[in-house]
């Protein structure tokens, strides 16, 4: 059930004056909020781990690092000049793994 936590808290007083049919009525609503939903339908987009996936064909397009991008020498990903913490002996580190 979805919460509004910016919704103003209940006093004591203003629990304590809630009628008992409020709270029959409110119990209730609960069950009508129920989705049905197709177990088998929602499973077919997962992968198992283990699947045999090899007539399955990856098309990614690779571009080589740019002119203002940089490798950090710590998590070995390419990142943008702006991403750079510092140089440790010619060594950069991105602000990720500075951090």
Known sequence: MATDYDAP??????LSEDS???LQARRSDKNSGVVDEDET????G????GADLSSEELSVRVLPRQAD????TRCFLVHHR???AFEKNGQPVCSECAA
């Open 46 to 49: 997962f992968e198992l781990p």
């Open 82 to 84: 702006s991403q750079l």
């Open 69 to 72: 991008e940089f490798t950090c």
């Open 20 to 22: 008992l049919q409020e």
């Open 9 to 14: 808290r209940k006093t004591e007083e203003d």
């Open 41 to 44: 339908e929602a499973a077919e």
